[in-house]
């Protein structure tokens, strides 16, 4: 094809000028380098999937950026694929419909990326998303020799085509060329218009805009924006609909509902004195309209209607919704002082917890101190209404004293004072509150719903499979609610066909603690500095678990070859951070068994000069931080044996290492640094070299379990 074409331009007595082409290539390249701004806005079209895009681009100096697309026709499944990315210099946020976390790039780094990809006009629909969530979806590794594609004609400009052949490498080996032909304006050094084909698809940019050093306004790339404040703020009061749910049982009827205690709930359910809402008081989006609560088919979402008032459109004109999670139909009951101010003090730290995601949401940054979150600090352009926490000061737990607010450069942990002294568990309950608290447990449903979801599962044992899919999907919306009725179905059912079917869809609702059991837990809530998509929770989930058995292959290594050089097999058990820092000769390496950023995520690493001098803190290799939303715990007690062994013993070797081995057990726990942001499954695992899982409500679990808790509480994990 190429032959032909250099062919017919010698036919034409019009030779091939390639090395003017790779000039005036170069020439473009360094230009859109140094520009001071640079605005790109074009129409993508592409033929796999079939859809077209409205794309823009602007650039500004070496660290600011700003990204919007939008789906205008096409296949239909890409209506969703809208966003906008902003970034001031400092903080990177991406506004869509599904959830998007902004990684902390280096502004230069993206910007630098941006101007080689306008310039070259690779940059797709898809690539803001790579930049700004850090998913590198493929890498752009080179670009071939330019050739001459001739002359061309675009509005009345005398242009020159470039062509020329993009190699892009997706990772483990793969890799994929492109073919782009670039029309340019030789006279001034702009883009006019671009076409390409790979071997999976065809696509054209037509440019309304391509221009360079124009006056681009610093509020084109402000990080805050009304959405984004809204988003925030919506998610917050989301989370109130969800402590509300897990309390009472049931969705709100209305707003009143989280300010003041309502009418219609037995006497026997917990309500805590100050509500469950921040400050008593139910706020106004940033235009000033009080947020909506929606409550339809057992399914509660906060809205900000669109700016023009009325519901639906797509992009920036869509309304701003947050769902909450459904409501589970076990109710928390307080038939103890201690117990209410106990559950008490859990609705304040989470809903503290809440508000300090709010921030970093709207923000892209942490809080640096706790009176961020009533008063506006510098460099804050919008603020909610009355603040994140109203009222001007830090709320007092129910024993009187301020809630504390711990900061960090990678999390906030808010708190109650002295939140271990303070702790209750299971064990801490008297027979009469267990017994109060089971039976304010009990499902609350009403007699049409019980019936609805009776005849569902009449449907799922239906003959017909169609029948049942449609009955397993409809049970699946009751939520967690429905799952007593499940289980008795299961334990009654005579047939066996019915009891397997309706076994194989159980796992569809993972086995939780009852809520009354699931806040028994800490008074203390962990808030990392970045938000995760589902995607991202899901993945951290997994990566966990790769974490743990990579530190059993470490603690194998460990024994098996002396690394510590103690002259004792046996494993090390102080903590996790151990297994990269130890250094066993004076002035010699670390043994590094594990990666640095597992070590970085120990909860609770010793402190540097332990084990008679070689332990060395994990801060100077790595700053301290989870790893995929998850950190690590050394467990500190074994209780599957009689009497339970504690895991850290003096195994008497050479050195005065104290109590930090074990010779034959050991054992360590992964949980969520924030848990229902960062994952719900908490993770444990010994020697046996086997994962089991359970949702503790993000509570870490220093203590292996006996056999029977083992087997009756927790899962294997596959």
Same mark, same amino acid.
């Given at each position: 094809?190429?032959?032909?074409? @250099?062919?017919?331009?010698?036919?034409?007595?019009?030779?091939?000028?390639?090395?003017?082409?790779?000039?005036?290539?170069?020439?473009?390249?360094?230009?859109?380098?140094?520009?001071?701004?640079?605005?790109?806005?074009?129409?993508?079209?592409?033929?796999?999937?079939?859809?077209?895009?409205?794309?823009?681009?602007?650039?500004?100096?070496?660290?600011?950026?700003?990204?919007?697309?939008?789906?205008?026709?096409?296949?239909?499944?890409?209506?969703?694929?809208?966003?906008?990315?902003?970034?001031?210099?400092?903080?990177?946020?991406?506004?869509?419909?599904?959830?998007?976390?902004?990684?902390?790039?280096?502004?230069?780094?993206?910007?630098?990326? @941006?101007?080689?990809?306008?310039?070259?006009?690779?940059?797709?629909?898809?690539?803001?998303?790579?930049?700004?969530?850090?998913?590198?979806?493929?890498?752009?590794?080179?670009?071939?020799?330019?050739?001459?594609?001739?002359?061309?004609?675009?509005?009345?400009?005398?242009?020159?085509?470039?062509?020329?052949?993009?190699?892009?490498?997706?990772?483990?080996?793969?890799?994929?060329?492109?073919?782009?032909?670039?029309?340019?304006?030789?006279?001034?050094?702009?883009?006019?218009?671009?076409?390409?084909?790979?071997?999976?698809?065809?696509?054209?940019?037509?440019?309304?805009?391509?221009?360079?050093?124009?006056?681009?306004?610093?509020?084109?790339?402000?990080?805050?924006?009304?959405?984004?404040?809204?988003?925030?703020?919506?998610?917050?009061?989301?989370?109130?609909?969800?402590?509300?749910?897990?309390?009472?049982?049931?969705?709100?009827?209305?707003?009143?509902?989280?300010?003041?205690?309502?009418?219609?709930?037995?006497?026997?359910?917990?309500?805590?004195?100050?509500?469950?809402?921040?400050?008593?008081?139910?706020?106004?989006?940033?235009?000033?309209?009080?947020?909506?609560?929606?409550?339809?088919?057992?399914?509660?979402?906060?809205?900000?209607?669109?700016?023009?008032?009325?519901?639906?459109?797509?992009?920036?004109?869509?309304?701003?919704?947050?769902?909450?999670?459904?409501?589970?139909?076990?109710?928390?009951?307080?038939?103890?002082?201690?117990?209410?101010?106990?559950?008490?003090?859990?609705?304040?730290?989470?809903?503290?917890?809440?508000?300090?995601?709010?921030?970093? /949401?709207?923000?892209?940054?942490?809080?640096?101190?706790?009176?961020?979150?009533?008063?506006?600090?510098?460099?804050?352009?919008?603020?909610?209404?009355?603040?994140?926490?109203?009222?001007?000061?830090?709320?007092?737990?129910?024993?009187?004293?301020?809630?504390?607010?711990?900061?960090?450069?990678?999390?906030? $942990?808010?708190?109650?004072?002295?939140?271990?002294?303070?702790?209750?568990?299971?064990?801490?309950?008297?027979?009469?509150?267990?017994?109060?608290?089971?039976?304010?447990?009990?499902?609350?449903?009403?007699?049409?719903?019980?019936?609805?979801?009776?005849?569902?599962?009449?449907?799922?044992?239906? /003959?017909?499979?169609?029948?049942?899919?449609?009955?397993?999907?409809?049970?699946?919306?009751?939520?967690?609610?429905?799952?007593?009725?499940?289980?008795?179905?299961?334990?009654?059912?005579?047939?066996?066909?019915? $009891?397997?079917?309706?076994?194989?869809?159980?796992?569809?609702?993972?086995?939780?603690?009852?809520?009354?059991?699931?806040?028994?837990?800490?008074?203390?809530?962990?808030?990392?500095?970045?938000?995760?998509?589902?995607?991202?929770?899901?993945?951290?989930?997994?990566?966990?678990?790769?974490?743990?058995?990579?530190?059993?292959?470490?603690?194998?290594?460990?024994?098996?070859?002396?690394?510590?050089?103690?002259?004792?097999?046996?494993?090390?058990?102080?903590?996790?951070?151990?297994?990269?820092?130890?250094?066993?000769?004076?002035?010699?390496?670390?043994?590094?068994?594990?990666?640095?950023?597992?070590?970085?995520?120990?909860?609770?690493?010793?402190?540097?000069?332990?084990?008679?001098?070689?332990?060395?803190?994990?801060?100077?290799?790595?700053?301290?931080?989870?790893?995929?939303?998850?950190?690590?715990?050394?467990?500190?007690?074994?209780?599957?044996?009689?009497?339970?062994?504690?895991?850290?013993?003096?195994?008497?070797?050479?050195?005065?290492?104290?109590?930090?081995?074990?010779?034959?057990?050991?054992?360590?726990?992964?949980?969520?640094?924030?848990?229902?942001?960062?994952?719900?499954?908490?993770?444990?695992?010994?020697? @046996?070299?086997?994962?089991?899982?359970?949702?503790?409500?993000?509570?870490?679990?220093?203590?292996?379990?006996? /056999?029977?808790?083992?087997?009756?509480?927790?899962?294997?994990?596959?």
């Amino acid at each position: 094809m190429r032959l032909t074409a @250099l062919l017919a331009c010698l036919v034409a007595g019009q030779p091939r000028d390639d090395k003017s082409a790779q000039e005036l290539f170069d020439a473009l390249q360094n230009r859109v380098r140094e520009a001071k701004t640079v605005r790109s806005e074009y129409e993508y079209r592409s033929t796999s999937p079939a859809s077209t895009y409205a794309v823009s681009f602007r650039l500004k100096g070496t660290d600011r950026w700003a990204a919007d697309m939008k789906w205008l026709a096409g296949d239909e499944g890409s209506r969703s694929f809208a966003y906008s990315a902003r970034c001031d210099g400092r903080r990177t946020g991406v506004e869509s419909a599904h959830p998007l976390p902004a990684r902390a790039l280096k502004p230069e780094t993206v910007v630098a990326q @941006l101007r080689v990809g306008l310039a070259t006009a690779v940059i797709m629909p898809a690539f803001v998303l790579e930049v700004a969530s850090g998913v590198k979806l493929r890498r752009m590794a080179d670009v071939g020799a330019v050739r001459d594609g001739g002359k061309a004609k675009v509005r009345d400009r005398e242009a020159r085509v470039l062509e020329y052949t993009v190699k892009y490498d997706w990772g483990e080996g793969n890799s994929e060329e492109e073919t782009v032909r670039l029309t340019v304006d030789p006279a001034r050094l702009v883009v006019l218009a671009a076409e390409g084909e790979s071997a999976h698809e065809k696509w054209k940019l037509t440019y309304s805009a391509f221009t360079l050093d124009e006056d681009l306004p610093d509020s084109d790339f402000a990080f805050q924006t009304r959405r984004r404040l809204a988003s925030a703020q919506a998610a917050q009061l989301a989370r109130s609909v969800e402590l509300f749910g897990r309390f009472t049982g049931r969705l709100p009827a209305r707003p009143e509902d989280l300010l003041r205690r309502p009418d219609r709930l037995e006497p026997e359910i917990f309500y805590p004195p100050g509500g469950f809402a921040s400050g008593g008081a139910w706020p106004r989006d940033p235009w000033g309209r009080p947020f909506e609560l929606r409550v339809k088919d057992r399914r509660a979402t906060i809205v900000s209607p669109a700016a023009d008032g009325k519901s639906g459109g797509t992009g920036q004109d869509e309304d701003i919704a947050v769902e909450a999670p459904p409501a589970s139909g076990q109710a928390v009951g307080a038939p103890s002082e201690r117990l209410a101010k106990y559950y008490a003090a859990r609705i304040q730290v989470q809903l503290l917890a809440s508000a300090v995601r709010a921030y970093r /949401d709207a923000y892209g940054e942490l809080p640096r101190k706790a009176t961020a979150l009533w008063e506006r600090q510098e460099g804050i352009d919008l603020w909610p209404e009355g603040g994140w926490v109203p009222g001007g000061r830090m709320p007092e737990d129910p024993w009187g004293q301020p809630l504390r607010m711990v900061t960090d450069k990678h999390f906030v $942990r808010v708190q109650v004072n002295d939140p271990k002294t303070r702790r209750m568990g299971t064990k801490d309950l008297t027979g009469e509150e267990k017994a109060a608290l089971e039976k304010a447990a009990r499902p609350r449903l009403a007699e049409a719903d019980r019936q609805a979801i009776q005849t569902l599962l009449d449907a799922a044992c239906d /003959d017909d499979l169609e029948t049942r899919e449609k009955a397993f999907g409809g049970i699946r919306e009751w939520g967690p609610v429905a799952v007593p009725l499940l289980d008795e179905r299961i334990r009654r059912a005579r047939d066996a066909d019915h $009891r397997r079917w309706l076994g194989d869809f159980r796992p569809t609702f993972p086995d939780r603690p009852a809520a009354w059991v699931a806040e028994l837990a800490s008074l203390a809530v962990p808030v990392s500095a970045a938000s995760m998509s589902p995607e991202e929770t899901l993945d951290g989930e997994r990566q966990a678990s790769a974490c743990l058995k990579t530190i059993a292959t470490a603690e194998a290594d460990f024994r098996s070859n002396d690394r510590d050089g103690n002259r004792i097999n046996d494993f090390w058990t102080a903590d996790v951070a151990g297994l990269f820092t130890i250094q066993p000769a004076p002035g010699g390496g670390s043994i590094k068994l594990i990666e640095a950023s597992v070590a970085a995520a120990d909860a609770a690493p010793l402190d540097d000069g332990a084990a008679d001098g070689k332990y060395v803190g994990i801060e100077k290799f790595a700053t301290r931080a989870p790893k995929s939303g998850y950190s690590f715990l050394a467990m500190t007690l074994d209780r599957s044996v009689k009497p339970a062994e504690p895991y850290r013993t003096d195994t008497q070797g050479e050195g005065k290492w104290g109590k930090v081995h074990n010779n034959s057990r050991f054992g360590f726990c992964a949980y969520p640094a924030e848990y229902g942001a960062t994952g719900t499954k908490t993770f444990i695992l010994n020697e @046996l070299n086997t994962i089991f899982w359970k949702d503790t409500g993000g509570e870490p679990v220093l203590e292996w379990p006996t /056999d029977e808790e083992l087997q009756r509480e927790w899962k294997r994990l596959d």
